[in-house]
């Protein structure tokens, strides 16, 4: 009896003491978690990059005689650098130059008499602006502007080189072109591109033996791969709370 005595009031002042521990613990607060940061993308900066690809030249003739431009793919690869603005604010402007070293073609066509004429076109190179439309880290644009073409022109008769002279120096011309371009990484950007070069229309003159052969058009159309590393005046990713 006296055992079931001390067990009761052991257990009456154990519960006295849990009530008063239980107060002393500090009561849980609610954390509320952090809202989310959406990221933005900052395409406004200088950039500099290279590209590798290939150009195809259009179908030229003199007068039906084919100048050997049929549309066989060479090798290009290249440099590029530039400048965008991004604004309103999914909006982007930009400023780019270009060149393009080309594989050799040698291009030639014989006409009657003995006359052959033969072109190298050797590199491409371009001045243009760009216009596009961004959504998270891709970009859709179209550029267009001033085109050059480092080419190589001989004319010789009976094997042996002639002078000559042409009607439209067909190295200055336009360019337009479109392409896709995705921020993959911390100031790295990389790009798929469709651009097409016209550099007008020309004939001969000189010798006059070939005036008659008529005109004949130089144009090339390339596809390229590229990558940038862009110089950002702000950091290319940064978070906006919602």
Same mark, same amino acid.
């Given at each position: 009896?006296?055992? +079931?005595? &001390?067990?009761?009031?052991?257990?009456?002042?154990?519960?006295?003491?849990?009530?008063?521990?239980?107060?002393?613990?500090?009561?849980?607060?609610?954390?509320?978690? !952090?809202?989310?940061?959406?990221?933005?993308?900052?395409?406004?900066? +200088? %950039?500099?990059?290279?590209?590798?690809?290939?150009?195809?030249?259009?179908?030229?003739? +003199?007068?039906?005689?084919?100048?050997?431009?049929?549309?066989?793919?060479? +090798?290009?690869?290249?440099? /590029?650098?530039?400048?965008? #603005?991004?604004?309103?604010?999914?909006?982007?402007?930009?400023?780019?130059? /270009?060149?393009?070293?080309?594989?050799?073609?040698?291009?030639?066509?014989?006409?009657?008499?003995?006359?052959?004429?033969?072109?190298?076109?050797?590199?491409?190179?371009?001045?243009?602006?760009?216009?596009?439309?961004?959504?998270?880290? *891709?970009?859709?644009?179209?550029?267009?502007?001033?085109?050059?073409?480092?080419?190589?022109?001989?004319?010789?008769?009976?094997?042996? !080189?002639?002078?000559?002279?042409?009607?439209?120096?067909?190295?200055?011309? %336009?360019?337009?072109?479109?392409? &896709?371009? #995705? &921020?993959?990484?911390?100031?790295?950007?990389?790009?798929?591109?469709? /651009? #097409?070069?016209?550099?007008?229309? *020309?004939?001969?003159?000189? !010798? *006059? /033996?070939?005036?008659?052969?008529?005109?004949?058009?130089?144009?090339?159309?390339?596809?390229?791969?590229?990558?940038?590393?862009?110089?950002?005046?702000?950091? !290319?990713?940064?978070?906006?709370?919602?």
């Amino acid at each position: 009896m006296k055992r +079931f005595l &001390l067990a009761t009031v052991a257990l009456v002042a154990l519960g006295a003491t849990v009530p008063a521990l239980a107060a002393d613990l500090a009561a849980r607060r609610y954390t509320k978690a !952090p809202p989310y940061a959406a990221p933005i993308y900052n395409w406004t900066g +200088f %950039y500099v990059g290279g590209h590798i690809g290939g150009a195809f030249n259009g179908d030229n003739n +003199f007068n039906g005689l084919t100048t050997g431009n049929d549309n066989n793919g060479r +090798f290009l690869g290249g440099l /590029q650098v530039g400048a965008d #603005y991004q604004f309103a604010p999914n909006w982007l402007a930009g400023i780019e130059g /270009q060149y393009s070293w080309l594989g050799s073609n040698s291009n030639g066509v014989s006409f009657p008499g003995g006359f052959i004429y033969t072109s190298n076109q050797r590199a491409l190179g371009s001045v243009t602006g760009r216009l596009g439309y961004t959504w998270g880290p *891709a970009l859709l644009y179209v550029k267009g502007g001033y085109a050059f073409s480092d080419i190589n022109e001989t004319v010789t008769f009976l094997g042996v !080189p002639t002078a000559f002279a042409i009607n439209g120096n067909h190295r200055d011309g %336009y360019t337009v072109g479109a392409g &896709l371009e #995705y &921020l993959f990484a911390q100031n790295w950007s990389a790009k798929v591109e469709y /651009q #097409y070069y016209n550099f007008g229309d *020309a004939n001969f003159v000189v !010798p *006059a /033996q070939l005036a008659p052969f008529g005109r004949f058009t130089t144009d090339d159309h390339t596809v390229k791969a590229g990558i940038n590393y862009r110089f950002s005046l702000g950091d !290319p990713v940064v978070g906006k709370n919602l």
